[in-house]
């Protein structure tokens, strides 16, 4: 059961059955009466079980697992293993994190005829880290990953809204960590958020078509497509803008798009900016939370002489950025202040923080949004500050990092994250 021999062995298979013969492997090698792995959705908010290939019926509804107080959003939040013994003459039930740089692509969950020692937990955490990798390569083989993560079926706007997005949405690098979270209204309101890593540079965006449906959607391709173009030709912050705004003029139907751009440099920690048309940032520095003000250039698209101006934007090591759109500010979308929970969502990786933001919205809205509401979550370490937390295995062959839980229930280290995460 080495890391090079489970990918070796899952490649061997075809793209659909590379998670059967991972399973077949742990059975085997460690006498488990099941393994099975659990992908988290769209939302964040549930995962769903897949089982043997033959098994998975793709025709019919993917069976949702709420994940709310659960043991599974407990090693989700904490992306730490949990042992669960329930006392002699019982299954032992494991179940570790399969994380990739911060992205929470899912779980996997064992149940053995004994506890784990060490070592086992040691090759349980290198098997749930080579199986993000195998889902990540082979998911562009297969829509069993994709129907996986639909828990309620999509709309054809929602289907386009979804494809826009980074392919993972979370992140985790030495200077910084981000993710972003998505929830489409009941009518799709045409937001998208982006991100990439270059080798001297992360480029962030947040961006909300007008309009709802397939209309707000194909308006969000145009722009997110003009964008990724200019950004992968090597344009600069004002260029990416300005080929975004003219493709808007010249294809988008005199509608428009606001949005922002934020470019930092890994190298000096410097930020540029681009506002047009958005609503503002909020970024947490020392326990407070300010909006950031800066100037506000036109949307793209919008149909007068204008220019987009880069500014400069105050980040320093320890900060949280966070990026929304409107349906974040509704008047009926959150009962109490959005920086106090920014405040009280402190403690928490960018990845939990911006699925909290984003399920208050939902929450206060019984589940029914009239404007999608979406985030962008940043902690910003800074180049002399480097930390990284994405070695989820690194943690998982420690035999003192799973949680365990007896009979009783009461939990013993809990692996929380530590403030300024």
Known sequence: MTLAGTLAAAES??????LDVVA???REHLGAASVSFLITDFTGGSVVRLGAAGSVETDEPARRITLRGTLYDDVIRTQRPRVEDRGEGTLVRIVAPVTNRGD??????LFLPSAPDAEVMREIGETAHALAYIVIANRSY??????GRRTTPLSLAAE?????LPASLACEAAQFAVAGALEPADHVGGDTFDYVIDRDTVQLSVTDAMGHDVDAALLATLLVGALRRARRAGADLAEQARQADRAMREHGRHCYVTGQLLRISLIDGGAEFINAGHPWPLRMRDGQVQEITPEIDMPFGFDAPHTYRVQSLDLRPGDRLVMLTDGMLERNAISSDLSDLVVRTRALHPREAARTLVAAVVDANDGHLQDDATVMCLDWHGVGHSRRDADTGADLADASAPSWTGRTGRT??????????
């Open 13 to 18: 298979s075809a793209p659909v059955e590379s």
């Open 24 to 26: 077949r492997m742990l």
């Open 104 to 109: 929470a692509i899912g779980l996997l969950e």
């Open 142 to 147: 297969t829509d069993v990953y994709q129907w």
């Open 160 to 164: 386009i809204q979804h494809r826009l």
């Open 412 to 421: 013993g280290r809990t692996g929380r994250t530590p403030p300024g995460r």
